[in-house]
């Protein structure tokens, strides 16, 4: 199995990442391209990007697939994408029968989060464990759950979006137009939200020395470990919520393990004592203590690594029929 190797593809909002990933997960040449504004020139640049990493097989790899990952409304049977930053507009884009026109490979398109809870599950923190559910928690929240070793994809193929679970009832706006979902208060971009109010009410906090569009998730994930109170309460808060959402993800399933990936998983020690705290409180009493929260262990390389994953997963099960 280790000649077989799949191309893992990851459009992210500003950059196209590419990567050969061998059968046993390991990256073996990995490539971002700057993404250019226009939808057509975007998919000039998937198109050539694979052209570039097909020209790095050896003749003794067996390529299996293309796997694709991305934000957005993700039709995974029908192949097609919309409103996906830059690949967006209104129109589902054809992106599986153009790429096929070019090349013949297997591929397999899946949400960016969805992917990453399959490279978790291969790979990573899942390893080994039949039973998972992976957050992704970035500029905005997304999931993937894994049953019984293989994803659950719910019947519209929308399951895992925990980033719209309501956690305070008519709460704050989300990006959805609903109230009150966990991404309007534990995403990156809630949190800088957060800080800006409290420096608008004259808080102190190592945040003040920064313009305010230089604020973001990573600076305070940084300063609340470092003993900032503002950075740490905010960090405090985002665990808290996503704890809650875990506590209602274990009462529903049962399962021994979440993995928390992404951008805030950088919160440290801060982030992850005030999920543990959080999810034990809410979580079924006789529930505490059968599961544990990990951060996700790909890192960087969760968008390509979670793309390839989608081929040796699904590779089998997948085909292009509704
Ligand atoms: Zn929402």
């Not at 990851?10 to 040449?29: E, N, Q, Y």
């Not at 993404?35 to 020209?55: F, G, N, R, V, Y």
């Not at 899942?126 to 039973?131: A, F, I, V, Y």
């Not at 990936?261 to 801060?270: D, F, Q, T």
């Amino acid at each position: 199995m280790d000649n077989q190797i799949a191309i893992g593809l990851d459009i992210g909002g500003t950059f196209i990442k590419t990567a050969l990933v061998r059968g046993d997960g390991h990256v073996l040449h990995k490539k971002s391209i700057p993404i250019k504004t226009t939808s057509s020139h975007i998919i000039d640049q998937i198109l050539l990007s694979i052209s570039l990493l097909l020209k790095e097989i050896k003749v003794d790899q067996e390529l299996i697939g293309i796997g694709m990952g991305a934000p957005g409304n993700v039709n995974r049977l029908k192949g097609t994408i919309q409103g996906a930053y830059n690949l967006s507009g209104l129109e589902d884009q054809a992106i599986v029968e153009i790429i096929q026109k070019k090349h013949s490979y297997p591929i397999f398109i899946d949400n960016d989060a969805t992917n990453a809870a399959k490279g978790e599950f291969l790979f990573g923190a899942g390893k080994n464990c039949q039973h998972m559910v992976a957050l992704t928690i970035g500029t905005g929240i997304g999931g993937g759950i894994i049953l019984n070793g293989q994803v659950f994809h719910g019947i519209t193929d929308y399951a895992g979006e925990i980033g719209h679970m309501t956690v305070v009832p008519n709460g704050r706006l989300c990006s959805c137009g609903n109230y009150g979902c966990l991404e309007a208060y534990s995403s990156a971009s809630a949190m800088v939200d957060q800080a800006r109010q409290a420096l608008r009410r004259r808080e102190t906090s190592q945040l003040e020395t920064l313009k305010a569009d230089e604020i973001n998730g990573e600076k305070i994930c940084y300063w609340a470990n470092e003993g900032d109170s503002l950075c740490e309460s905010i960090v405090q808060d985002v665990g808290h919520f996503i704890g809650l959402a875990i506590a209602n993800i274990i009462n529903l399933l049962n399962i021994p393990l979440v993995v928390v990936g992404g951008g805030v998983s950088a919160g440290g020690k801060v982030l992850f004592q005030s999920i543990d705290e959080s999810a034990n409180k809410h979580v079924l009493p006789r529930l505490r203590g059968t599961f544990r929260v990990e951060k996700a262990l790909l890192g960087n390389d969760a968008g390509v690594i979670g793309s390839a994953s989608a081929v040796f997963m699904e590779g089998l099960e997948h085909t292009h029929t509704l």
